[in-house]
């Protein structure tokens, strides 16, 4: 009777952690930037972008930790994230095979991801971890203005930009390796942009409307994914920080608006 006893209340308290961490939950921003031959490209935008989404967290009810240090990736400390944001990480996110398979298990368990602007930069040699992302980055035309068009109005992070289209500057992400099956949030054209010769020769035989956010189910994890936000200044913006938030919400399955 007494272990019975003793089964309960393990139960109760398991259970009401569950809840706990339904109702707090908590985010990862990961930023790491590294490869082993020192010639990787950083962005100056990290720290205003990892205050932004901390800025986020502290209005809309979730908590955030953030760090480039790969060896948060253990099983142990993962469980405590509803969410992993790669906020313009870039190359060699994972320093060893244990971590990427710590991160590995965390999708697979039903967790969400976040990535924003250069994290399709990461893992470029994983093609597993390319296919999670929804790409791995080819190439970008120069810094410039273009038109976003918003394809899908119905996902939380898009339900509030202004109108079908979107003006932005910003760097045109292209991607290669894209899996099929991507729910394209928005899309853009980069053959109008100014771009060297050996970009346009690649542009020129692209369809006329490319992807530069989307979502989609993974191995039981929710991922979304945008290709917007290479200036500092990107990150004060209104309406990317409703497109971002709209993302972290939709990967925890905790967004507002219907889909």
């Known amino acids: 009777m007494r272990n019975l006893f003793v089964l309960a209340i393990m139960a109760s308290l398991e259970v009401g952690a569950v809840s706990s961490h339904a109702e707090n939950p908590k985010v990862l921003i990961y930023t790491r930037n590294y490869v082993s031959t020192g010639k990787g490209f950083v962005h100056d935008n990290i720290a205003v972008c990892t205050e932004m989404l901390q800025q986020l967290g502290k209005d809309n009810g979730f908590a955030t930790d953030a760090s480039d240090n790969p060896e948060v990736f253990t099983d142990t400390n993962l469980k405590q994230y509803r969410v992993i944001i790669f906020a313009n990480s870039n190359n060699e996110a994972f320093a060893t095979e244990d971590q990427k398979a710590a991160f590995q298990r965390f999708i697979r368990a039903g967790a969400g991801f976040v990535g924003i602007h250069s994290a399709t930069g990461s893992e470029r040699k994983w093609p597993w971890f390319w296919a999670m992302i929804g790409g791995t980055f080819s190439f970008h035309a120069p810094l410039q203005k273009f038109t976003v068009n918003v394809v899908d109005k119905n996902h939380p992070s898009t339900s509030d930009l202004p109108g079908d ?36 020769q690649l542009a020129d035989a692209m369809p006329d409307s490319i992807p530069l956010a989307w979502c989609h189910e993974f191995e039981g994890a929710r991922v979304w994914y945008t290709a917007l936000g290479h200036k500092k200044e990107h990150y004060a913006d209104p309406n990317l920080q409703k497109h971002i938030l709209g993302g972290i919400r939709w990967a925890m399955n905790q967004q507002e608006k219907a889909e």
């Open 165 to 200: 289209t979107w003006p932005w500057e910003d760097e045109f992400y292209v991607m290669k390796e894209q899996p099929k099956g991507l729910r394209v949030l928005l899309a853009g054209n980069i053959k109008p942009l100014k771009m060297p010769d050996k970009q346009r």
